[in-house]
């Protein structure tokens, strides 16, 4: 435990310097190894469990003395355990909310009375006791844990020298227990992540093999020396020890450029970065990280080494060699002011705009240089570069921004994205505002580097609006707009001030009031202003941005301009207005995947996280916990903007969101529940948000929220009840918590589409439980989603058609969607074309049809013939649906046989499926088949089509579900012909003998009855024997079911009676 806590488990401080264990599958992994460990401990190792720790392990639970039983002394809310230590102190003690162990014996039987709250008490307890082995044995054990040494002799006679107690032989057992677990632990780990995270140490392989060929002598070469600090290579590739693998990391590098000091560096699957260096021999090494993140070492090196970055542009070194994507550099163009160039008049100002580009600088192999040109959307924006203007390019070293190289190739296609801001000054008197200068993005330098996001692609983006071609006929308050912009570029701080108050008079929602202060460069002086001294400025300037940032176009510019560095960096300022004022403003200016990214980039989700931490009781409030709450409110909105990219939802999580966002979903007020659950909401398709959304206990909070009055919110709850429901014992707490009845209450709204989907989905997931089902029957929420299969919106279809699905499952449902009318719509929607709309329809109609009366009715409505024409959809998970349907229909069709002849083609249609590559299409047709060839002439016609040769070849599967249909489509197939002989040349015989070695007793039964019916010819007979099948037979023959006993005796009848008919022939002829 003490390696694995120390150093592979996940920690998060979000309000505090105490660590908490983060919310993650790996963490939850963790603990549940440990909970299994204790449990187990006393019956496994009952010596050792009455060991007495070195200290108690001491941390907050949750039991009360009402929990505990007998062999404990109960006085009010005490609790003392009867069994005490050689010092008289009780072995276990509970004074609340603090609980003190000190064996393994009372650490189990604590365990178990926590009944469903184990893993919770395991939690609290590892984050109280961080190196639990320092309290259990002892410091001196913890130092040999950490040293990995396993030699029980040494360690005996260590104890024996520092200390002279009886159990020494129980506590070198005990650490060696420990250790054993340790290793476990990391074992099992290292497991998951190296499932979890694309480690891609072959890359990082290629490109120190690459440069090594580059070092040596001469003036030309690019390094010194590169080296490994490790020779070791683990079997994934990897050179860095497990537990620093587990964090990503690939290998450790020492790079002696030509010009610079030694460089050590950490290869990662998140890039590679500077580290802290090698200590002295015995001591562990320092990964700590000291550099930007960057791409790949080539990119790198260049930033450290100009030698380097000299000669491998002289060499035009081929970087396609390397596996990684490549890390494209920004430069930024500099403006007159930066370069020391007289200001320019006011008037010269207003006239011209300067150009900052932001391009992308590569080196063109044939020796040309590349033309910079500015990007189409400023054009949109009326900003217009001024001909015949050059501008000297300088490498932006400090932006990190790195893009995929499908995002690269669009922007070289397009022309580089320019940057461009008004060139302006303001005067400014002694004591007051400060000049304003012209800012670029290299001066707000990014806390973290992030590639370009997989799941934030450009078509989320919105899509700019266009600006009228004529300025004719614009209102008065256009004009006044552009004087007024005018007049804070030139005056001074309080003229400043109240222009910019005389500026929040106008209605700034008003697109033309929007435009006014876009066309005359408002937009860059309300940036730059976020960068001065002065509060009052700042405030102004905030509340006019946040105003017009409703327009799509002027987010994108304030985005580009690098207004948005500007405004996180106000987040954590020391005045409470600010801090609100950004936080509301990122909201609205984080609607696009670039702005998301910015904000995480630039720190902006670590600071907005800590405004979520205010007071805990939310109901009685101070003056002053009401601004802090208020500022938790705006942090939240920015959060929930935030939220709906993927990274952005992982840096929450690591910045600790996720406790406080369970505190705040116990607040009284509409205002700040609506964006606490909405966050909520959208992360929980994170399986890491539901486990913490479960474990918190969220979801007795959402249940509550869910029965008020405000149709948004109970929204939100919907969605994010509809997205954990997915865990069965989420769906149990909404049952526990009385929250089925209200969300049957919810389709009483059917006028809020939104509202709708998001109850229907909610009830859909919820059903899955069949103890939900029974439960929804009592407020008769089938009748009422059976009216809602029509006239419905598809998003409101799809999870309405889900539930009727599983409530289908129940055979009383089936006469209850018939009584209602629910089986002709329910038809009509096979017609459809979406996708997940027809799984769900297919389901439900094959549920219905497993009554005779649903089939009936299902039969006229030439229902049987658009199931079956799904089959040629595209969508495996259609054509799997539409499969799975087919088989209770042909089964309990009047005429069934007549019924798929009269299907045109329908035949060829499925033999032609088995060619599929997907298993649960394979599975599907398979069980359609063995319901098929139960009629004689339409089992002919599929041996025409070539059935046999196609299922034998299916035999090598290993998927259970898979064999045990495709076993009893061929004992069906062999009913016709010479089939049974065509099975055993085309070699399906042998691999149908290894199905019996299967766990899956389904597998054996419809295994055994396809060998019965291919032991009917001889030569199957004879490739069985050899196979050795006789014995798993015999086995077999002692089941309880009767099918299965009589196929496996018939086999071994017809095995026997070919050995008795052979031996006959050797004795008589």
């Known amino acids: ?206 490109e120190v093999e690459m440069l090594k060929r580059s070092c040596g002598n001469g003036e030309s070469r690019l390094l010194k020396s590169i080296q490994y600090t490790s020779d070791y290579e683990f079997s994934n590739g990897c050179r860095a020890p497990p537990w620093r693998q587990v964090h990503g990391e690939i290998c450790y590098l020492v790079i002696e450029p030509c010009d610079s000091e030694t460089l050590y560096i950490t290869c990662s699957t998140a890039g590679v970065f500077l580290n802290r260096g090698i200590k002295q021999k015995g001591e562990e090494n320092d990964y700590e990280r000291t550099s930007d993140t960057y791409e790949d070492l080539v990119s790198l090196l260049k930033s450290k080494s100009p030698q380097f970055a000299k000669n491998i542009n002289k060499q035009d070194c081929a970087v396609q060699e390397l596996p990684s994507t490549q890390k494209i550099q920004h430069v930024e163009s500099v403006d007159a002011e930066e370069q020391g160039q007289p200001q320019r008049s006011y008037e010269q100002q207003e006239k011209n705009v300067h150009e900052k580009a932001r391009q992308q600088h590569t080196a063109n192999k044939a020796g040309g240089k590349m033309k910079y040109e500015p990007c189409p959307r400023w054009k949109d924006l009326g900003l217009k570069c001024p001909p015949g203007r050059a501008e000297e390019k300088k490498p932006n070293k400090s932006s990190g921004e790195e893009k995929s190289g499908e995002m690269y190739k669009k922007k070289m296609a397009t022309g580089a994205k320019s940057k461009m801001k008004a060139d302006f000054s303001v005067s400014s008197l002694p004591g007051h505002l400060s000049p304003l200068k012209i800012k670029t993005s290299a001066g707000a330098l990014p806390v973290e580097v992030f590639s370009e996001s997989s799941t934030e692609s450009e078509e989320e983006e919105e899509q700019p609006e266009r600006r009228p071609e004529s300025n004719t006929d614009l209102p008065s308050e256009y004009w006044h707009i552009q004087k007024l912009v005018k007049y804070i570029k030139g005056g001074d701080q309080r003229f400043t001030v109240l222009t910019l108050c005389t500026l929040m008079d106008f209605n700034l929602m008003q697109e033309t009031c929007q435009l006014a202060i876009r066309d005359v460069g408002g937009l860059e002086v309300l940036i730059n202003l976020l960068d001065t001294n002065e509060v009052k400025c700042k405030i102004g ?377 997907n298993n649960e299409v394979l599975a599907s047709i398979c069980a359609t088949i063995a319901k098929i060839a139960k009629d004689k002439e339409n089992l002919a016609v599929l041996t025409d089509h070539g059935v046999v040769p196609l299922l034998a070849k299916l035999t090598n599967t290993t998927d259970d579900r898979l064999r045990r249909h495709l076993a009893e489509a061929i004992g069906h197939c062999c009913m016709w012909g010479s089939n049974k002989a065509l099975f055993g040349e085309a070699g399906a015989v042998a691999p149908l003998v290894c199905y019996l070695k299967s766990k899956d007793s389904s597998v054996h039964q419809s295994t055994a009855m396809a060998l019965y019916q291919l032991s009917k010819d001889p030569n199957n007979c004879i490739t069985m024997h050899e196979k050795g099948v006789v014995k798993p037979l015999i086995h077999i023959m002692g089941s309880d079911e009767e099918m299965l006993q009589e196929a496996a005796a018939g086999c071994v009848r017809n095995i026997r009676l070919l050995a008795l008919a052979n031996r006959k022939v050797q004795l008589f002829y």
């Open 1 to 206: 435990m003490g390696i694995t806590l120390s150093r592979a488990a996940q920690w998060t401080t979000a309000s505090s310097n105490i660590g908490k264990l983060e919310f993650t599958p790996m963490n939850e992994l963790l603990l549940k190894e440990i909970l299994s460990f204790v449990e187990e401990f006393s019956s496994q190792h009952p010596q050792q469990a009455e060991h007495v720790f070195k200290e108690p392990l001491q941390w907050t639970t949750t039991l009360v003395a009402s929990d505990f039983k007998t062999d404990y002394d109960i006085s009010d809310s005490v609790v003392q355990s009867q069994e005490k230590d050689s010092e008289g102190h009780p072995l276990l003690l509970l004074s609340p909310p603090n609980v003190y162990v000190r064996s393994f014996s009372q650490l189990c039987k604590l365990v178990h009375l926590t009944n469903d709250k184990k893993l919770e008490e395991v939690r609290a307890c590892l984050e109280d006791n961080r190196n639990p082995v320092v309290k259990v044995l002892g410091p001196s054990f913890a130092a040999e844990l950490e040293g990995d040494n396993q030699d029980e002799t040494r360690l005996f006679a260590k104890v024996k020298e520092e200390e002279e107690h009886k159990d020494t032989d129980d506590k070198v057992k005990l650490f060696l227990l420990l250790q054993n677990l340790d290793k476990q632990l990391l074992i099992k780990l290292l497991h998951e992540i190296s499932q979890q995270v694309e480690l891609n140490p072959a890359a990082v392989k290629n």
């Open 541 to 917: 300037s905030l509340k006019i941005l946040r105003k017009i940032s409703s327009s799509v176009q002027i987010r994108r510019a304030i985005v580009e301009m690098g207004g948005l560095q500007s405004i996180v960096k106000i987040v954590d300022s020391e005045e409470e207005e600010l801090m609100a004022l950004a936080a509301e403003t990122i909201a609205i200016v984080a609607r696009f995947p670039k702005a998301r990214r910015t904000v995480r980039q630039y720190g902006g989700i670590k600071k907005l996280v800590k405004l979520l931490d205010c007071v805990s009781n939310l109901a009685n409030l101070s003056v002053r916990q009401e601004k802090d709450v208020e500022i938790a409110r705006c942090g939240t909105l920015a959060l929930w903007s935030c939220s709906k990219s993927t990274r952005n939802k992982d840096a929450i999580r690591k910045a600790g969101g996720i406790p406080l966002l369970g505190r705040l979903l116990k607040s009284p007020h509409e205002s700040m529940l609506i964006p606490v659950v909405g966050t909520l909401q959208e992360c929980a398709s994170e399986e890491s948000y539901r486990i913490a959304i479960q474990t918190e206990g969220m979801i007795k909070d959402l249940v509550k929220i869910l029965g008020s009055d405000n149709d948004e919110l109970q929204m939100h709850c919907a969605s994010a009840i509809f997205k954990c429901a997915e865990d069965k014992q989420t769906r149990d707490l909404v049952r526990e918590y009385k929250g089925l009845q209200l969300l049957v209450s919810l389709l009483s709204k059917a006028d809020n589409k939104h509202l709708l989907a998001a109850a229907t989905g909610a009830i859909w997931k919820c059903s899955i439980s069949m103890e939900n089902v029974a439960k929804f029957g009592e407020y008769n929420a089938l009748e009422v989603l059976v009216n809602l299969l029509t006239d419905q919106p598809e998003e409101v279809l799809v999870n309405v058609v889900g539930a009727v699905g599983e409530f289908a499952q129940i055979p009383e449902n089936k006469a209850t969607i018939r009584r209602c009318g629910g089986i002709k719509p329910l038809v009509n929607l096979l017609t459809g074309t979406n996708q997940a709309l027809l799984v769900n329809v297919t389901k439900a109609v094959g549920a219905c049809a497993t009554d005779m009366d649903n089939m009936v009715i299902i039969d006229q409505l030439d229902g049987v013939r658009l199931v079956w024409s799904l089959l040629k959809n595209p969508s495996a998970d259609v054509q799997s649906s539409a499969a799975w349907a087919l088989c209770p229909c042909i089964n309990n069709a009047k005429d069934a046989g007549e019924m798929v002849r009269s299907l045109v083609g329908g035949l060829e249609l499925i033999v032609n499926l088995l060619k599929s590559t």
